[in-house]
């Protein structure tokens, strides 16, 4: 008698990176379902070929339905497959990242959704605290020479506001001086005409990034 055929278990999971008291979390939600009905995990769902496109697509949607949310930077990570992974079966999820807002996730006020410092979120289900952890090892490498540390911010920000997301990414500390002597050599940001921030005692002008998306650097910041 010919073996059964055994069909893999296709999903994608998102790391969902924030930054909260200048330290990044990541934004879990506890699973309605088995296995591990309750727990938190990432934000994560089956692949669904009927509509679709890619497993990027399915990652959008998936983060739109499960979590309402919408984001600038979605970019994928790695695969992490095995027959170990999952108590359902042989399986293989497609592993995103992304960077969101903290007013963005604020104004959620989903109950399911949790946010906590990657230092904490241990224990996770599966395979999920190796998918934190890569997806943290990414964007402390790509932050030291892209504008990638940007998109923990709003679309608009002050230059303390963006030096403080850049040492929460690369988990260190950085000169003040040089540091803004840096951004303006590489261009990455312009002002916004007007606009100052009242957040502090004294109005700080605002800027936002020169170009939409993720920016290369050919050097480091």
């Known amino acids: 008698m010919a073996a059964e055929l055994i069909r893999p278990i296709l999903t994608v999971d998102v790391v969902l990176l924030t930054l909260h008291d200048d330290r990044i979390h990541v934004v879990l939600q506890a ?16 692949v669904h070929p009927e509509e679709d496109v890619s497993t990027h697509a ?3 949607r998936v983060l739109r339905d499960k979590a309402g949310l919408s984001v600038r930077v979605l970019e ?4 992490f497959s095995g027959g170990k992974r999952d108590p359902r079966g042989w399986s293989a999820s497609i592993a995103y990242y992304a960077l969101l807002p903290r007013a963005d ?14 230092a904490e979120a241990r224990g996770l289900p599966f395979d999920h605290d190796a998918i934190v952890a890569g997806a943290l090892e990414r964007c402390r490498r790509r932050a030291a020479y892209s504008s990638l540390p940007a998109f923990l911010l709003p679309v608009e920000f002050t230059l303390p506001e963006l030096r403080r997301a850049y040492e929460a990414a690369l988990g260190r ?11 303006d050599e590489l261009r990455m940001i312009e002002p916004v005409t007007g606009s100052v921030s009242k957040a502090t005692a004294r109005p700080a002008q605002l800027f936002r990034l020169a170009k939409s998306g993720v920016v290369e650097f ?4």
Do not use: I
């Not at 050919?218 to 910041?221: F, H, K, P, Q, Y």
């Open 58 to 60: 399915a990652a959008v």
């Open 218 to 221: 050919d050097r480091t910041v």
């Open 105 to 118: 996730f604020a104004a959620r006020g989903d109950a399911s959704l949790k946010m906590l410092p990657v």
């Open 76 to 79: 994928q990570l790695m695969t």
């Open 173 to 183: 500390s950085l000169n003040d001086s040089a540091f803004r002597r840096k951004v």
């Open 31 to 46: 699973r309605e379902k088995a296995p591990h009905a309750g727990q938190l995990a990432l934000v994560g769902g089956y």
